[in-house]
């Protein structure tokens, strides 16, 4: 039985690298520069913010055994109910974020993310969600590709919504747009930002594009950096959320803590306007601090 307000996260557990030059990167020759640690992953890093503004949500994912117990403790301290497989064999992702202002460039290591074994979330634990949220990186791992439509199909059985952030437009292309969209059939909520929609939708035009894809998805909520965010009901006019300007610090994690804040306020029983409206607080509070959790 469904109980009111309980959000499901699966996917990616990742440690950042977070590398902030002083000056442009020069090759073959040092660059100075701020190097962070931080515990990453765009699935993990949405559970700790759900948990971060009071939701009640579960996390499963799967990393490097040796870095199970400092993960899960990442998670808990946030109160998310942490399940997390351990891998013997691959070492937990790890991703090196440059970042230069507002953009950043990030070179992966999937680590043992690859192959979390999607059917390994309890059917009992989905009985009882409200919400079910996961990211494109997990619909493009091959060895759980067709587990992907199993785990949208054993939330439907019991009236649960899916919700996915594409999550990399890049990963998107190279992947196939038409077999990303085939595996992602069935879900209710799509968070993309502005070039994971147009990549998507196959339309330039961000407004035009997120209307074209609430023909597959009922809610498709795009966020577009400065330019605020644009949400998309099938059969409805689109409205736009704008964001007050604010210094960002580091953006990674942006969209992230986006998605908690508006699967809590759709939980909560918002509008799918006024979550988004309640999600923007959540996400200008991530950009101010270096990482993609809350401080």
């Known amino acids: 039985m469904t109980v009111q307000g309980t959000i499901v996260v699966v996917g990616d557990v990742i440690d950042d690298i977070i590398v902030r030059p002083h000056s442009p990167i020069r090759t073959d020759t040092d660059t100075p520069a701020l190097i962070e640690r931080h515990p990453g992953g765009s699935s993990a890093n949405t559970a700790a913010w759900l948990g971060y503004i009071g939701a009640n949500v579960y996390f499963f994912g799967q990393v490097g ?4 117990a400092r993960h899960t403790w990442e998670l808990e301290r946030f109160g998310v109910k942490a399940h997390l497989n351990s891998d013997t064999e691959r070492p937990t992702g790890t ?29 009992d634990l989905i009985a009882i969600a409200e ?7 997990t619909i493009i791992d091959e060895p759980k590709r067709e ?22 437009a890049g990963f998107i292309s190279d992947f196939g747009v ?54 998309g009901q099938r059969g409805e006019d689109i409205v736009r959320v704008p964001v007050e300007p604010i210094d960002v610090v580091d953006p990674t994690g942006a969209g992230d803590s986006f998605n908690a804040g508006l699967l809590a306020g759709l939980a909560r ?10 999600a923007v607080i959540v996400a200008a509070e991530a950009v101010t601090a270096v990482g993609a959790r809350p401080a």
């Open 65 to 68: 055994e040796a870095d199970n």
């Open 95 to 123: 991703i090196v974020i440059i970042v230069e202002g507002e953009k950043r460039t990030m070179l992966t290591d999937r680590g043992a993310n690859v192959v979390f074994d999607l059917d390994t979330v309890p059917q």
């Open 131 to 137: 919400y079910l949220h996961f990211t494109g990186h």
């Open 147 to 168: 587990s992907v439509q199993r785990l949208i199909s054993r939330a439907e059985a019991h009236g649960v919504s899916v919700s996915i952030d594409p999550a990399s």
């Open 178 to 231: 038409a077999e990303f969209l085939r595996l992602c059939d069935g879900a209710h909520i799509l968070r993309p930002n502005e070039d994971e929609v147009r990549v998507l939708s196959g339309r330039d035009d961000v407004e035009a594009a997120t209307i074209k894809l609430t023909e597959m998805f009922p809610l498709v909520v795009t966020t577009c950096g400065r330019d605020g965010v644009i949400i």
């Open 269 to 278: 029983g918002l509008s799918p306007v006024d979550a988004a409206r309640a």
